[in-house]
């Protein structure tokens, strides 16, 4: 753990929020002052692509003692490089017309809500809604023409990237970076042609099925819901292939055990869950179990932890979880008024509400950080990351009510121990390392 940061940092720190955050990453999501404790198989290996006047940090930090629990955690979470790999925001601006770069009452994320977050990287979903079934491909390209045209009207503040230098690059530029991620291979529409032109419109990943199976394999809902068998079909097989090959991540979040493990078995690249959790945790047909955690993290992957409260608890109760996020989100906009700019101070603020009135009812963030306890004790901190699946499942846990709130998970890890190197792996870094390995 670290010490006390020093007194320049928080000025440094609200230069940053103004620009999103001016944080270099390493390929580990650390600062170039933290790499020196790193082990040479996760450095930086181009010390020039790491700024030197962002992130800065004292050498002390390495002793990893945080002296103050809540003012570090949140010092170190705006420091951090912090990304999400999943988030449906592009269904309500797309359907409902909710503006991406305004605060819209009505949705968890939008760029006002991840400045406060502290979120430098949002790997947008790429989804078709059901009732699009005869025109997935035209729909998803639709998408994409949409977040294009955002980083056309927002050049200084947004940018889409492909691969790890535009990514590396946009967030020393201080800019907010998105990434694309493909939720169900239906929109493939069986033609591997189609894949690669997703591949060329910047898709770094393609969750296999959703819900509902389709050409390439055999989705978990189906699988165990409706009895349907099979795994990956002929085409999938080659759909497999070929991501590798065009450096595409391997998403298996919604996919059926069968088609899973044949995937362990045909890719060569790690292989990433961009929104699951623990089935030992939750037995739900969405989430992991430990041999397939294993696996993953065999392969060198990444598992992003899901929000949502079903895939966390089942025995949770919607109606009592939104009735407490309605009161957590009420005190904090009464907070944001008072702090201003000043995030570190509003959510020092927040916390202290939301510990100083606990509930009974619903599910905590202490739920979420359970599942990723049971991750880093089965195969280490390396696999693990947030995959909110905001805007997607709008009842997440009491606590993490909108894109505002992953300071809080920072300060749950803080307080059950993990180390300032370890942190930073989980907010950010072990996606880094998985994206560079893979999309180059």
Known sequence: MKQLIPAILPVLLLCNFACFSGKSPGSDGTSRSQQQTIPESTKQTDSSKVSDNTGKQDSTMNTNKFTDLQNDAFKLHYDAIVIDTHNDILMPVFLQGADLNKDNPGTQSDLVKWKKGGLDVQMFSIYVPERYKSNHFSYVMKLIDKLEENQIENPETFVLCKNYDE??????????????GGEGGNMVEGSMENLETLYSRG??????????????????????ER???????????????????????????HLGETAFWEVVELSNSPIIASHSNCYSLAPHYRNLTDEQIKAIAKSGGYIGINFFYKFLDPSGNPGAIKNVQSKYRNAANKFADEYGDD???????????????????????????????????????????????FDGSIVTVNEIYDATCYPIITKKLVERGYTEQDIRKILGGNFLRVFKKVCG
Not at 203 to 224: C, F, Q
Not at 228 to 240: H, N, R, W, Y
Request: proline residues 1%; hydrophobic residues 40%; without cysteine.
């Open 167 to 180: 990514l590396e690059s946009g967030i020393k530029a201080g800019k907010f970076v998105g990434l694309m």
């Open 203 to 224: 898709v770094r990943y393609l969750g296999l099925t959703w819900n509902t199976s389709n050409a390439i394999a055999i989705s978990a809902k189906d699988e165990t």
């Open 227 to 253: 009895g349907k068998t099979g795994g990956l079909t002929e085409f999938g097989k080659d759909v497999v292939k070929r991501m590798n090959e065009l450096g595409m991540m391997i998403d298996v979040s």
């Open 343 to 389: 995030l570190v101070g509003f959510n020092e603020k927040r916390y202290e509400f939301i510990t100083n009135n606990p509930v009974n009812s619903g599910t905590s963030v202490d739920v979420l950080v359970d599942h990723i306890d049971h991750i880093a004790k089965l195969v280490g901190v390396d696999y693990i990351g947030l995959g909110s699946d």
